[in-house]
């Protein structure tokens, strides 16, 4: 089925632990992005891309890295989880231009919670 | 940057009646106005769009409307059924900027 799939889908981690969250599309989509959703707060964008190769930083990129190096493939990383990074999180892509531009397409999301 | 507001967080609706929910944005460059669906446990799925050369748009039992001289659109849900229960997210994004800026969302929830 075409769409974004984000694995893992649950995740616990201890403070201080690393890891990485992969997101792939299949739609030959542009852009990439990564979400966080809290209670209360919506949907709040930590990085994105405009292309393979490109990165840059959105509203909350602290504490997170990404990496871009297929197209099809947009990586979060967590060097050092802290409590505060509990959340769920989001990866969408979209196409840059036409009809298609900024309509984006969501991953079924990732739980992650930091103890 | 683009400042989205949502009202109500929660509303409650009787199956069968309409529901609203209000967005109202700050930057006046904005011309494309999303509504995202998230059901439980899923990601944000499009239902419908508008953009600012159109004051209205249609698509089955919904619709958005768009009134830039005051900043802010609406979603309009007609006969609502229990499927319609979830968070709704508007969103709002000049042209040419390739980020969304998104409302808090809205938890609509359809008592049968």
């Known amino acids: 089925n075409a769409g974004v799939t984000q694995t893992p889908k649950f995740r616990v981690l201890k403070t201080g632990q690393s890891m990485t969250l992969l997101c792939a599309q299949d739609?030959?989509?542009?852009?990439m992005y990564w979400y966080r959703q809290d209670p209360g707060m919506g949907l709040r964008l930590i990085h994105y891309s405009v292309g393979e190769g490109t990165t840059a930083k959105g509203e909350v990129p602290d504490g997170y890295n990404v990496s871009r190096l297929k197209k099809q493939n947009f990586l979060l990383g967590l060097e050092s989880a802290a409590p505060s990074q509990t959340s769920v999180y989001f990866c969408a892509s979209s196409h840059t231009a036409g009809a298609g531009a900024n309509v984006l397409t969501f991953g079924a999301g990732s739980r992650l919670t930091v103890l | 940057g683009e400042n989205v507001e949502q009202h109500p967080s929660t509303l409650s609706v009787q199956e069968g009646d309409s529901a609203v929910i209000k967005c109202t944005y700050s930057d006046s460059a904005s011309n494309y106005f999303p509504w995202y669906k998230q059901e439980l446990g899923k990601g944000p799925q499009l239902i419908i769009d508008i953009r600012s050369n159109v004051g209205e748009k249609k698509d089955q039992r919904i619709a958005v409307t768009l009134n830039k001289t005051a900043k802010h659109f609406s979603l309009h849900i007609t006969e609502t059924q229990p499927e319609d229960s979830a968070v709704y997210f508007c969103a709002a994004t000049p042209q040419g900027n390739n980020r969304l800026a998104f409302g808090k969302g809205n938890q609509v929830v359809v008592i049968p």
């Open positions: 739609m030959n989509h542009e852009y």
